[in-house]
């Protein structure tokens, strides 16, 4: 258990130590006491949980995803609860819902092997004229205006208008109306560009086919799986928009389950965008009502900057915090109100650990439970695992060079032997040497240089990957850690996205860290021109071997 000084144990004994027990689903243990938590939101009394909203934070490796993924899966199987996610980050070309999905009997499908008609005669007139101006606002915003909504209704009152394609002619070549048509097509031209990108740009094939089939509205879980898309493709808002209309005004109205889930996975990208900010807001304020959890995934709030975003995140009434630097633990609690104790246990979390704040006054710190089956299928880390269990493999090629040179008769009685030692180091101490700069910075140039090429979405994926495995060996506070907000920063820049990039390094000065190393033009051109250098484990005594006498 967390033990915390006689005055923090006072301050929380009013909240955790009191018979204050929610109903639901088991989740995990306190911390604080060592009582089983439980807490299915939609059970909870109106008046101690006005809504059923419930966000999740935390860094990458704390759990936040794995605690989000059990908690649908035993409302599904306790409750008979009904889940829509929308998953944005995975890993392997792959969703981090997949495998769960595929458990429970629900259906995955992967943006661009199915085409949404926002023009389809299943949607009602009014469905179709806001998922169509939701989908020019993630495109063209400001070519929403009184005149061409205008024309954008009269367009679609036309028969021609039953897919993207025949509206975008109407909206070029209107008939007479109410007013001219030389008015109409004057008015309608902002639209219709806007909504050429779905038919004739870099969108084309998301909205503009014929099939007039929606998704299925009886299964337990449904996926929406944009992994594969650049992060940074305005594909991500415009498919957020439609599938968040379409959860509104089609699944919630048919769905006969008891209560429903839609899941945010990294919701800074929905929260940030004009075409969805607003329906979510209005789920947000009418869950309860609607029968609806919004649930909430994502890194930290100042991925959201502020106003209007971060003030949607205050709606949640459940709030989920894994392990964050000190600075965004501040923000965070400031935000949602937590006691200072809370706050400065938040960057000491271990993996799976959690402040929970339940409504406006109970504060808890959980640790959540997970059985075999669950541990499979919430697993996000595979690839880290992976190389996690390479390096723990002896190399046979230098194993073999080591057993040769032996033979040969090689003295290695004169080298230093406390390099063939084993080293004992505790998880977020630094090596016991400095490594040349070939040796940590080979994977933040390869991934600067990948994104130099353009290849945006997959020198994110790295960079995260990166991030994970420097947390996970070294903490998340240290160096190597740290230095990938920076790298990060760079391939913002690279990619065009000038204020995230200054947001990562805003983060990294407030931490008081110098880590962009690899920017030096002499370290970097030796970091392109060195073979790349795997990363060394303690204890792997071939490897260090070869590392220390070249």
């Known amino acids: 258990m ?31 006491d060592g009582r089983p938590f439980h807490l299915s939101p939609v059970l909870a009394e109106a008046s101690i949980l006005p809504s059923t909203n419930s966000l999740a934070l935390g860094g990458l490796g704390s759990g936040k995803s794995t605690t989000g993924k059990i908690r649908i899966r035993r409302e599904i199987l306790h409750h008979g609860h009904q889940a829509v996610v929308i998953d944005s980050f995975g890993e392997d070309n792959q969703g981090e819902w997949g495998a769960l999905t595929h458990s429970l009997g629900g259906r995955i499908i992967e943006a661009g092997s199915f085409t949404l008609n926002p023009c389809s005669s299943l949607l009602p007139p009014e469905v179709r004229e806001q998922l169509i101006r939701s989908l020019i606002a993630a495109v063209e915003p400001g070519a929403l205006t009184y005149q061409s909504t205008h024309a954008l209704q009269h367009a679609l009152q036309h028969p021609k208008a039953a897919n993207l394609n025949g509206l975008v002619e109407t909206l070029v070549r209107p008939e007479d109306g109410m007013w001219p048509a030389t008015k109409l097509a004057e008015w309608g031209e902002g639209v219709a560009i806007g909504l050429s990108r779905y038919t004739e740009g870099s969108l084309r094939g998301l909205f503009d086919g014929q099939d007039a089939t929606l998704p299925p509205t009886d299964l337990p879980i449904l996926t929406f799986d944009f992994s594969r898309l650049d992060r940074n493709s305005p594909a991500i808002p415009s498919l957020m928009a439609a599938v968040s209309c379409w959860a509104e005004h ?250 995230t990039a200054q947001q990562l390094r805003v983060t990294v000065a407030h931490m008081g860290k110098k880590v962009e190393w690899w920017t030096d033009e002499s370290t970097s051109s030796q970091a392109r021109t060195s073979p790349p250098v795997q990363n060394l484990r303690h204890g792997d005594e071939a490897t260090r071997y070869r590392h220390a006498h070249g």
Request: aromatic share 4%; proline share 5%; charged share 25%.
């Open 250 to 499: 089609v699944w919630l109205r048919q769905s006969t389950a008891a209560h429903r889930h839609l899941v945010l996975e990294e919701a800074w990208q929905i929260l940030l965008s004009p075409a969805t900010s607003e329906l979510i807001q209005r789920l947000l304020k009418n869950s309860r009502k609607a029968g609806l959890s919004l649930d909430v995934l994502m890194h930290t709030l100042s991925d959201l900057g502020d106003g209007r975003a971060q003030d949607l995140a205050k709606l949640c009434e459940v709030a989920h915090i894994g392990r964050l630097n000190p600075e965004e633990a501040a923000v965070v609690g400031a935000v949602l109100g937590l006691p200072a104790w809370a706050v400065a246990e938040i960057p000491r979390l271990a993996p799976g650990q959690a402040v929970w704040k339940v409504g406006p006054h109970y504060v808890d710190i959980v640790e959540t439970v997970r059985d075999e089956e669950e541990a499979r299928l919430t697993d996000t880390s595979s690839r880290r695992r992976q190389a996690q269990e390479a390096l723990a493999e002896p190399d046979p090629t230098l194993v073999k060079e080591v057993e040769e040179e032996e033979e040969e008769g090689r003295d290695y009685e004169d080298h230093d032997q406390s390099l063939l030692e084993p080293i004992d180091v505790e998880q977020g101490d630094d090596w016991g040497w400095e490594m040349p700069p070939n040796v940590i910075d080979t994977r933040h140039c390869d991934v600067i240089e990948v994104a130099r090429q353009g290849r945006c979405s997959e020198a994110a994926e790295l960079a995260a990957i990166g991030e994970r495995q420097d947390i996970t060996a070294h903490g998340i506070n240290s160096d190597q850690a740290v230095a990938w907000l920076s790298t990060r920063a760079q391939v913002a820049d690279l990619c065009g996205t000038p204020e």
């Open 2 to 32: 967390i033990r915390l000084s006689s005055s923090h144990a006072a301050i929380t004994a009013p909240l955790v130590a009191s018979s204050t027990q929610f109903p639901g689903i088991p989740i995990g243990r306190s911390l604080l």
